[in-house]
C-alpha cells in the first residue's frame, strides 16, 4: 500500500490525469492532495467533478487550500471576493458555467467536508501552507493559518543544514512530527520545477498554477512523477500568469 501526495493542481485537470496515470493507481493506495484544486486554469469545476468521483473508488485525503476557501464560500453565498476574482476566481467562475445547481451544491459539500490538515499513522502531517505554533497543530489559534502561512517554508529554507533536533536553535514546531508536507508555496519561486525538502519539510507544489507542473510524490520512498508544464497543456490560456 502507497500513500502519494498530490501538489496543487489550480484547475489543471488535463495534468491531474497525467499525474495519476504515471502513478497507475492501486486500489490499496491512500491519495492525499494537498489543496488548492480550483483557480488558474479553466477546468475547476471539471476538477472537483473528478475528485468526488474518484474519492468513490480510492481511499482520498483532500486537505483544504486558502483557493478553495475562496471558492466554496462562492458557492455557498454567491458573493465574489475582489481578491479571489483577481487570482484565478474569474476562470473557477467561469468554469461553473452550465454546472447545474444540483451539482453546484454537491461541490459545495465538497470542500466543506475537506480537513485542514491530515497526520497519518507514521506521524507525518500533510497540510496546504503551515503552521506558527511552537506546540504543533493542536495549539494553533488561528486556523485560517494552516492554509495561508508562508513563514514555515521561508524558516526551514533558510535553515543551515547542519543544524539537528538537538540544537538549541533547532524550530520547536517542526520537532513534533516526523515529516511534514506542504504546497502553497511553488517551488517555481526558488527555481526550481521539481519537489523540495528542507529538513524534515517536503514542498510539493511544482508551480501549476503557473509555468510548472502538478507533481505526485509517494512518500515512503520518495519517487515522484510529474505532468507537462501547464501552459503547454493548456496553450490557449494564461493560467495565473498575469
Not at 511553488?186 to 524534515?200: A, D, K, L, S, Y
Amino acid at each position: 500500500m502507497r500513500t502519494i501526495a498530490i501538489g496543487d493542481i489550480h484547475g489543471g485537470l488535463r495534468a491531474l490525469v497525467q499525474v495519476l496515470n504515471k502513478v497507475a493507481v492501486k486500489d490499496k493506495d491512500t491519495l492525499i492532495f494537498m489543496g488548492d484544486y480550483v483557480d488558474g486554469w479553466s477546468e475547476a469545476a471539471q476538477v472537483i467533478q473528478f475528485l468526488k468521483e474518484l474519492s468513490e473508488k480510492i481511499n482520498c485525503v483532500f486537505i483544504k487550500g486558502n483557493h478553495d476557501v475562496w471558492c466554496e464560500d462562492w458557492l455557498r453565498t454567491g458573493e465574489v471576493n475582489s481578491t479571489w476574482y483577481m487570482h484565478g476566481g474569474k476562470e473557477t467562475m467561469d468554469s461553473y458555467e452550465g454546472v447545474s445547481k444540483e451539482d453546484k451544491k454537491e461541490h459545495l459539500t465538497f470542500f466543506e467536508a475537506m480537513p485542514l490538515y491530515y497526520l497519518d499513522t507514521e506521524n507525518r502531517l500533510f497540510l496546504h501552507a503551515g503552521f506558527t505554533s511552537p506546540h504543533g497543530i493542536d495549539k494553533e489559534v488561528i486556523k485560517e493559518t494552516f492554509y495561508y502561512d508562508r513563514t514555515l517554508w521561508e524558516m526551514v529554507f533558510v535553515m543551515d543544514s547542519n543544524i539537528t533536533k538537538d540544537s538549541l536553535v533547532y524550530p520547536k514546531r517542526i520537532k513534533h512530527y516526523s515529516e511534514i508536507y506542504i504546497g502553497h508555496t511553488p517551488t517555481t519561486n526558488f527555481n526550481e520545477m521539481v519537489p523540495m525538502n528542507r529538513q524534515n519539510v517536503w514542498n510539493i507544489d511544482t508551480g501549476a498554477a503557473f509555468k510548472g507542473k502538478v507533481t505526485a510524490m509517494d512518500v515512503n520512498t520518495k519517487k515522484y512523477v510529474q505532468s507537462d508544464d501547464l501552459p503547454s497543456l493548456y496553450p490557449d490560456e494564461k493560467g495565473r500568469n498575469k
